[in-house]
Protein backbone atom coordinates (compact mmCIF):
# COMPACT_ATOMS: atom_id res chain seq x y z
CA UNK A 1 0.00 0.00 0.00
CA UNK A 2 1.42 3.24 -0.66
CA UNK A 3 0.34 6.34 1.12
CA UNK A 4 -0.99 9.24 -0.55
CA UNK A 5 0.53 10.10 -3.82
CA UNK A 6 3.24 8.68 -5.84
CA UNK A 7 5.78 10.78 -7.46
CA UNK A 8 4.10 11.37 -10.84
CA UNK A 9 2.57 9.74 -13.33
CA UNK A 10 5.53 8.03 -14.49
CA UNK A 11 6.13 5.98 -11.32
CA UNK A 12 2.23 5.28 -10.99
CA UNK A 13 2.17 3.07 -14.53
CA UNK A 14 5.39 1.25 -13.40
CA UNK A 15 4.07 0.32 -9.84
CA UNK A 16 0.76 -0.89 -11.51
CA UNK A 17 2.58 -2.71 -14.12
CA UNK A 18 4.75 -4.79 -11.42
CA UNK A 19 2.08 -5.10 -8.30
CA UNK A 20 0.06 -8.21 -7.52
CA UNK A 21 -1.93 -5.98 -5.79
CA UNK A 22 -1.77 -1.90 -5.59
CA UNK A 23 -3.69 -0.04 -3.41
CA UNK A 24 -2.83 4.00 -3.21
CA UNK A 25 -3.65 5.12 0.26
CA UNK A 26 -5.88 8.00 -0.05
CA UNK A 27 -7.58 6.68 3.49
CA UNK A 28 -9.71 9.19 2.61
CA UNK A 29 -11.76 7.00 0.22
CA UNK A 30 -12.73 4.21 2.86
CA UNK A 31 -14.60 6.77 5.58
CA UNK A 32 -18.06 5.98 5.87
CA UNK A 33 -18.86 9.70 5.57
CA UNK A 34 -16.73 9.71 2.56
CA UNK A 35 -18.57 6.28 0.84
CA UNK A 36 -21.57 8.35 2.44
CA UNK A 37 -20.70 11.32 -0.03
CA UNK A 38 -20.25 8.96 -3.37
CA UNK A 39 -23.88 7.41 -2.26
CA UNK A 40 -25.47 10.88 -2.28
CA UNK A 41 -23.72 12.40 -5.48
CA UNK A 42 -24.87 9.18 -7.42
CA UNK A 43 -28.25 9.63 -6.37
CA UNK A 44 -27.99 13.82 -7.13
CA UNK A 45 -29.08 14.57 -3.64
CA UNK A 46 -27.94 18.29 -4.33
CA UNK A 47 -29.27 18.25 -8.18
CA UNK A 48 -26.70 18.83 -10.74
CA UNK A 49 -23.07 19.44 -9.10
CA UNK A 50 -21.54 22.62 -10.72
CA UNK A 51 -19.51 23.90 -8.31
CA UNK A 52 -16.55 22.21 -5.81
CA UNK A 53 -15.10 24.53 -3.34
CA UNK A 54 -12.90 22.94 -0.70
CA UNK A 55 -8.93 23.58 0.85
CA UNK A 56 -6.57 21.96 2.90
CA UNK A 57 -3.70 24.40 4.50
CA UNK A 58 -1.79 23.95 7.94
CA UNK A 59 1.37 25.63 9.14
CA UNK A 60 4.05 22.85 7.85
CA UNK A 61 7.08 25.26 7.50
CA UNK A 62 8.77 23.35 10.26
CA UNK A 63 8.17 20.18 9.02
CA UNK A 64 11.51 19.33 6.68
CA UNK A 65 9.31 16.67 4.36
CA UNK A 66 6.78 19.53 3.11
CA UNK A 67 9.40 21.85 2.00
CA UNK A 68 12.81 20.70 1.15
CA UNK A 69 13.07 20.09 -2.48
CA UNK A 70 15.19 17.08 -2.24
CA UNK A 71 12.86 15.58 0.25
CA UNK A 72 9.77 15.96 -2.59
CA UNK A 73 8.51 19.31 -0.62
CA UNK A 74 5.94 21.48 -1.16
CA UNK A 75 2.26 21.47 -0.89
CA UNK A 76 1.07 19.97 -4.20
CA UNK A 77 2.61 16.57 -3.21
CA UNK A 78 2.67 17.23 0.52
CA UNK A 79 -1.54 18.01 0.86
CA UNK A 80 -2.94 18.85 -2.82
CA UNK A 81 -3.96 15.22 -3.40
CA UNK A 82 -6.58 15.33 -1.16
CA UNK A 83 -8.39 18.12 -3.19
CA UNK A 84 -7.76 16.41 -6.55
CA UNK A 85 -9.06 12.96 -5.08
CA UNK A 86 -12.13 14.58 -3.88
CA UNK A 87 -12.91 16.43 -7.64
CA UNK A 88 -12.11 13.16 -9.07
CA UNK A 89 -14.79 11.58 -6.71
CA UNK A 90 -17.41 14.53 -7.32
CA UNK A 91 -17.03 14.72 -11.17
CA UNK A 92 -16.16 10.91 -11.70
CA UNK A 93 -13.66 12.41 -15.02
CA UNK A 94 -10.35 13.76 -15.95
CA UNK A 95 -10.43 17.50 -15.93
CA UNK A 96 -10.73 18.85 -19.46
CA UNK A 97 -8.36 21.71 -18.05
CA UNK A 98 -6.03 22.52 -15.46
CA UNK A 99 -4.97 25.66 -13.87
CA UNK A 100 -2.17 26.36 -11.23
CA UNK A 101 -0.77 28.87 -9.72
CA UNK A 102 1.39 29.50 -6.50
CA UNK A 103 3.51 31.11 -3.87
CA UNK A 104 7.10 29.79 -3.33
CA UNK A 105 9.11 28.70 -0.55
CA UNK A 106 12.64 29.46 -0.62
CA UNK A 107 14.49 27.10 -2.42
CA UNK A 108 12.26 26.56 -5.20
CA UNK A 109 9.21 24.60 -3.64
CA UNK A 110 5.33 25.48 -3.44
CA UNK A 111 3.90 27.13 -0.80
CA UNK A 112 0.61 28.25 -1.40
CA UNK A 113 -1.52 27.18 -4.52
CA UNK A 114 -4.58 28.07 -6.38
CA UNK A 115 -6.07 25.04 -8.55
CA UNK A 116 -8.86 25.48 -10.89
CA UNK A 117 -10.09 22.64 -12.56
CA UNK A 118 -12.51 22.96 -15.55
CA UNK A 119 -15.42 19.66 -16.75
CA UNK A 120 -17.29 18.59 -18.99
CA UNK A 121 -20.99 20.35 -19.22
CA UNK A 122 -19.89 23.67 -17.67
CA UNK A 123 -18.33 22.33 -14.24
CA UNK A 124 -15.42 22.98 -11.88
CA UNK A 125 -13.44 22.31 -8.65
CA UNK A 126 -11.53 25.12 -7.01
CA UNK A 127 -8.94 24.05 -4.67
CA UNK A 128 -6.64 26.26 -2.49
CA UNK A 129 -3.44 23.92 -0.25
CA UNK A 130 -1.10 25.95 1.67
CA UNK A 131 1.91 24.83 3.72
CA UNK A 132 2.43 28.03 4.93
CA UNK A 133 -1.46 28.93 7.00
CA UNK A 134 -4.54 26.85 8.27
CA UNK A 135 -7.34 27.23 5.84
CA UNK A 136 -11.08 26.19 6.50
CA UNK A 137 -10.59 22.56 5.84
CA UNK A 138 -13.88 22.21 4.50
CA UNK A 139 -15.05 21.25 1.32
CA UNK A 140 -18.89 22.68 -0.39
CA UNK A 141 -20.42 20.76 -3.69
CA UNK A 142 -22.49 23.42 -4.99
CA UNK A 143 -25.41 22.31 -6.86
CA UNK A 144 -28.49 23.16 -8.78
CA UNK A 145 -30.83 21.87 -5.60
CA UNK A 146 -28.37 22.51 -3.09
CA UNK A 147 -25.44 21.82 -0.98
CA UNK A 148 -23.17 18.97 -0.04
CA UNK A 149 -20.63 20.00 2.69
CA UNK A 150 -17.47 17.97 4.38
CA UNK A 151 -17.02 20.01 7.34
CA UNK A 152 -13.16 20.97 8.63
CA UNK A 153 -10.81 18.12 8.07
CA UNK A 154 -13.14 16.96 4.96
CA UNK A 155 -10.02 14.30 4.46
CA UNK A 156 -10.79 12.28 7.73
CA UNK A 157 -14.30 13.07 7.68
CA UNK A 158 -16.89 12.49 11.00
CA UNK A 159 -19.69 13.99 9.39
CA UNK A 160 -21.23 14.82 6.37
CA UNK A 161 -23.94 16.90 5.55
CA UNK A 162 -26.37 16.80 3.22
CA UNK A 163 -29.67 18.83 1.83
CA UNK A 164 -31.75 16.01 3.60
CA UNK A 165 -30.26 14.45 6.63
CA UNK A 166 -26.94 15.57 8.52
CA UNK A 167 -24.67 11.75 9.02
CA UNK A 168 -22.42 11.61 11.86
CA UNK A 169 -20.17 8.59 12.33
CA UNK A 170 -17.99 7.61 15.24
CA UNK A 171 -14.17 7.04 14.57
CA UNK A 172 -12.37 3.36 15.74
CA UNK A 173 -10.10 4.37 18.53
CA UNK A 174 -7.42 2.17 18.87
CA UNK A 175 -6.20 3.28 22.60
CA UNK A 176 -2.77 3.75 21.04
CA UNK A 177 -0.98 7.61 20.19
CA UNK A 178 -1.79 8.93 17.22
CA UNK A 179 0.08 11.28 15.07
CA UNK A 180 -2.82 12.55 13.02
CA UNK A 181 -6.08 13.84 13.96
CA UNK A 182 -8.75 10.86 13.77
CA UNK A 183 -6.09 8.00 12.60
CA UNK A 184 -8.25 5.43 13.95
CA UNK A 185 -9.92 5.79 10.95
CA UNK A 186 -7.04 4.05 8.90
CA UNK A 187 -8.95 0.82 9.91
CA UNK A 188 -11.39 1.45 7.23
CA UNK A 189 -8.89 1.20 4.65
CA UNK A 190 -6.82 -1.58 6.16
CA UNK A 191 -10.02 -3.75 6.04
CA UNK A 192 -10.55 -2.92 2.61
CA UNK A 193 -7.37 -3.99 0.95
CA UNK A 194 -7.42 -7.27 3.54
CA UNK A 195 -10.99 -7.81 2.03
CA UNK A 196 -9.38 -7.37 -1.52
CA UNK A 197 -6.72 -9.73 -0.60
CA UNK A 198 -9.05 -12.49 0.80
CA UNK A 199 -10.94 -12.31 -2.55
CA UNK A 200 -7.79 -12.48 -4.61
CA UNK A 201 -8.64 -8.54 -6.44
CA UNK A 202 -5.76 -6.35 -7.37
CA UNK A 203 -7.48 -3.05 -6.74
CA UNK A 204 -10.15 -1.84 -4.58
CA UNK A 205 -13.49 0.06 -5.72
CA UNK A 206 -13.00 2.63 -3.66
CA UNK A 207 -9.79 4.14 -5.18
CA UNK A 208 -9.12 1.81 -8.50
CA UNK A 209 -5.67 1.90 -9.99
CA UNK A 210 -7.74 4.81 -12.93
CA UNK A 211 -8.72 6.61 -10.27
CA UNK A 212 -4.40 7.29 -9.42
CA UNK A 213 -4.04 7.64 -12.45
CA UNK A 214 -6.08 10.30 -13.14
CA UNK A 215 -5.02 11.42 -9.61
CA UNK A 216 -1.08 11.84 -10.87
CA UNK A 217 -2.64 13.38 -14.24
CA UNK A 218 -3.84 15.84 -12.59
CA UNK A 219 -0.94 16.73 -9.50
CA UNK A 220 1.98 16.52 -12.76
CA UNK A 221 -0.02 19.13 -14.85
CA UNK A 222 -0.58 21.08 -11.49
CA UNK A 223 3.26 20.82 -10.72
CA UNK A 224 4.55 21.65 -14.69
CA UNK A 225 2.46 24.56 -14.52
CA UNK A 226 4.28 25.75 -11.19
CA UNK A 227 7.86 24.58 -12.83
CA UNK A 228 8.52 22.53 -9.80
CA UNK A 229 10.44 19.76 -10.92
CA UNK A 230 12.33 17.03 -8.52
CA UNK A 231 15.32 15.28 -9.93
CA UNK A 232 13.17 11.50 -10.04
CA UNK A 233 11.03 14.07 -12.41
CA UNK A 234 14.30 13.70 -14.88
CA UNK A 235 14.89 9.71 -14.03
Known amino acids: MCVKSLFNKFECQSTLVVCIMYQQGFWTRFFPAFQQLSHELDNSSCGHVVV ?3 AVGRYKLNVPRAVHKHLGGGTTLTTGGY ?15 VVAV ?16 M ?3 NRMAQLLTSCSVKLHNKAFILGTEGQIHLPENFWCPSK ?8 EYEIPDANGDYNFLNSGGLVYEANAVRDC ?8 SLMTHEDSRT ?11 LGVVYDADNK
Open 102 to 117: STYIPGGVDETVSITL
Open 119 to 121: YSN
Open 52 to 54: LSA
Open 197 to 204: IQKGELEC
Open 160 to 167: LITPGKTY
Open 215 to 225: NMYILDEVRRQ
Open 83 to 97: LTQLASTVFKEKPQK
